[in-house]
């Protein structure tokens, strides 16, 4: 069971050995198809300077860096170990300029107002503190017109997903209404809901 607790412990903010596997196996596997799932939401002009919020692995920074072949890339996480993982996995593209991989926080986004074309946020909200103030500093970094895409690997509406709030501290799972108020809120001007209920999960592009 203390195991058990150790590697729900680490789905929040992956430390130590096993963190290390955690973040390997976000870069591949269910977490990779989620991701391609999401992304075909959007078109990108190839331009964009890309702000991936909770980079995780790195492996969504190394997928908008082909989006994007003539823009640049930031990944920000607030785990040492996930940050050394998407050093590692996107070291080519760092050592070229074309991206950069940052250890912070959400809830203070370290990069001036209007910094960003996209921002994303793949299987991350769920642990996000002050969901709407979070999605502010989001839409604070976003040039205007900018948009925010947001991939859930659960909708919200499932009992067997919500089961896991029981377990893993500190997480929510939200629903697509819940999620879209709190960015209004934020003060994003239009955001586009598709609750693929019938597989459990949850894209949404707020723009600003």
């Known amino acids: 069971m203390r195991i058990l607790q150790q590697v729900f412990a680490n789905t929040r903010r992956p430390a130590g050995l096993i963190g290390k596997l955690m973040v390997s196996g976000m870069n591949s ?17 190839g331009d964009e300077a890309v702000l991936d ?15 994007a072949p003539r823009g640049k890339v930031t990944g920000l996480d607030y785990s040492e170990v996930s940050v050394a993982k998407s050093l590692r996995v996107n070291a080519e593209a760092i050592a070229a300029g ?17 910094s960003f074309d996209v921002a994303s946020a793949f299987e991350t909200v769920y642990f996000w503190p002050g969901l709407t103030d979070c999605f502010k500093e989001v839409c604070r970094v976003l040039k205007p017109g900018g948009f925010f895409l947001i991939v859930n690997e659960a909708d919200g509406k499932h009992e067997k997903t919500l089961r896991w709030t029981k377990i893993i501290d500190g997480m929510t799972v939200y629903t697509g209404q819940q999620l879209k108020t709190a960015l209004q809120a934020a003060g994003f001007s239009t955001v586009e809901v598709d609750d693929d209920e019938a597989n459990d999960r949850l894209t949404i592009i707020a723009r600003k």
């Not at 596997?29 to 002009?45: E, M, P, V």
């Not at 950069?100 to 209007?114: C, N, Q, T, W, Y």
């Open 29 to 45: 596997g269910d977490h990779a198809k989620l991701a391609k799932w999401g992304l075909r939401h959007i078109t990108l002009r």
């Open 53 to 67: 919020c909770g980079c995780g692995g790195g492996a969504n920074v190394k997928k908008f860096l082909k989006l």
């Open 98 to 114: 074309r991206c950069e991989i940052v250890r912070g926080s959400v809830e203070k986004l370290p990069f001036a107002d209007g």
